[in-house]
Structures are given as C-alpha cells and as structure tokens.
C-alpha cells in the first residue's frame, strides 16, 4: 500500500502549457517537500509546506498543502524545457521524531519545445 | 557552500565484489541517511545514522552495512553485490533543528558487471 499516492506518473506537454501535479494520502503529515530531480543527479528540494491550507509561490511553481494535511499540489505555470524531470513529493508521517521521508511515486515531466 | 558529497560519481564493480561508497557533508547535520534509487522510481530508504545511533529499514537486505565514523562522514558498504544492486546510491542529511528537510547529495551510480 502505497502511503503518498503522486499523480500523474507520466506528463508530456508543451512549452508554455500549464500543469498540476497531485500527491494524496489517507494519512496526516507534519510536513509535506517537493523535490525535483534531474537524470543522474540527486533530488534538489524546492519547497516546504507545514501549515494546512498553506500555499507557496516559487516563481511559475505554486505548492499548495490541503487544509487537513493529507493532501498536497505542485501547478506549473507556462512550463519551460528547463521544468523538465522527476517531481517528488516526500511527507513526514505526524509522529515521527526524526523526519523518515514518505515519497510518492513521482512524476516524469517533459516539456518539449 | 555547505554541501552534500558523494565519491565516487560512478562505480563499476562485478559481481560478488566488495564495494564502498562515501558520503560527506559540511552541514553539520546530526542525520545521515542512505537511499537507494532504481531508474525513475522514488528513493527507498535504506537505513539512517541519528549522531551515532545506527536505524536499519526493516526490509534493507543484509547485504547492505554502513559506518559513520565521525559527524561528516558516512559510507554504504555493500558485501556482495548482485545484479539486482545496480541502481543511484543516494546520500542525504537533515538536522536537529528542522528533521522536515532533508538535502540530497548528487548520488553515485553503481554498474554491477
């Protein structure tokens, strides 16, 4: 049983097209991270989110954490070649002394020219 | 800059031979964690070092050992490696002060021959 459902799996869009990407769970977290990760390289973390209800703007990406805690959304806006790769969400399970990381399963983004 | 590094980048070994992989960080974080990574999957946690306290994921084969001899350093030992091995060995670190966020060092790609 997967802990932190991601969806989609797979995106293939074109520049300049907007985009979500989901990331639920029937469990509460204390925090919910997005990581995105380049082939051959490690996860680069772009956010945090602690609060429910909370929303982060990080240039054309907005995170938003859902109210209960339970669900988080990345949206893309006007996507770039450049947005290209793994999108992870991680959450830490309330609870948890020491931030063990739940992933999703991730999101494979590829945005064409 | 305070960093996450992993050496070697690349690691070719055969079938059965002993293989070590480093991790180092100027961090000073107390927590070091080792992943294990197969082609566009989510990282799997393999185990965590808390300062000295040595924490192994119930399902991490035997296989698999690890030290932290001092605060910066901390490598993955693999006694045997099989086939089944060869994936992106990541390191990562996070602190006492924010466990939530967890930084990646860029990973080591290990080919099993």
Redesign the interface.
């Known amino acids: 049983t997967q802990l932190l459902e991601q969806s989609p799996q797979f995106l293939s869009i074109q520049e300049g097209e907007n985009l979500t990407v989901y990331c639920n769970s029937s469990s509460v977290f204390s925090s919910l991270q997005w990581y995105r990760q380049e082939p051959g390289e490690g996860p680069v973390l772009l956010v945090t989110v602690v609060t429910g209800g909370e929303v982060k703007k990080l240039k054309r990406l907005t995170f938003q954490f859902g109210d209960a805690r339970k669900d988080s959304s990345l949206h893309i806006t006007a996507a770039q070649p450049g947005d290209t790769g793994l999108y992870l969400c991680a959450g830490v399970l309330g609870g948890t002394s020491y931030g063990k990381l739940t992933f999703g399963q991730g999101t494979i983004l590829t945005v064409h020219p | 800059d305070a960093m996450?590094i992993?050496n070697p980048r690349y690691q070719v070994t055969q079938f059965g031979k002993p293989v070590t992989l480093s991790c180092s960080q100027t961090l000073n974080h107390n927590?070091m964690y080792w992943y294990q990574q197969k082609s566009?999957?989510?990282?799997k946690?393999l185990f965590?070092y808390?300062d000295k306290d040595f924490n192994n994921e119930a399902d991490t084969p035997d296989n698999f050992q690890s030290r932290r001899p001092n605060t910066s350093f901390c490598f993955l030992d693999i006694r045997s490696p099989g086939l089944g091995d060869a994936a992106?060995y990541?390191c990562?670190t996070?602190d006492r002060r924010?466990?939530?966020?967890?930084?990646?060092?860029?990973?080591t790609?290990l080919t099993v021959l």
């Open positions: 996450v992993q927590v566009s999957q989510a990282p946690l965590h808390y992106m990541l990562a996070s924010d466990y939530n966020e967890q930084f990646f060092g860029p990973g790609r």
